[in-house]
């Protein structure tokens, strides 16, 4: 069993920094890609921000400049720092990542419950 499991949402004001975090634990062969997706109330789910095993990022141009993308392999850990966030960022924020659990085993994309954003004055 592979679980991903997010951190770190809340409510800021406008121009204010969140940090999140997802944590991935269980049956754990290989681990490629990461991401970070969201969702706003009534909108499709769109990507955020990606990361490579090599580390190459990648992000949406609505976030590029303001949003920072990184992973902590010993950790299997994959962080989303946010800055000078505004209220078009709020939505629910998933966490993605694609996970052989086991040698032999077909890669999978496993998807975290999501953390609520909401920016707001």
């Known amino acids: 069993q592979v679980q991903l499991v997010e951190s770190g949402g809340g409510l800021v004001q406008p121009g204010g920094s969140l940090r999140l975090s997802c944590a991935a634990s269980?049956?754990?062969?290989?681990?490629?890609?990461m991401g970070w997706y969201r969702q706003a109330a009534g909108k499709e789910r769109e990507l955020v921000a990606s990361?490579?095993?090599?580390?190459?990022?990648n992000y949406a141009d609505s976030v590029k400049g303001r949003f920072t993308i990184s992973r902590d392999n010993t950790k299997i850990t994959v962080y989303l720092q946010m800055n000078s966030l505004n209220p078009e960022d709020t939505a629910v924020y998933y966490c993605?990542?694609?996970?052989?659990?086991?040698?032999?085993?077909?890669?999978?994309?496993?998807w975290g419950q999501g953390t609520q954003v909401t920016v707001s004055s």
């Open positions: 990361i490579t095993g090599g580390s190459t990022t």
């Open positions: 269980g049956s754990i062969s290989g681990i490629n890609g």
């Open positions: 993605n990542a694609k996970i052989r659990a086991r040698p032999g085993l077909v890669w999978r994309d496993y």
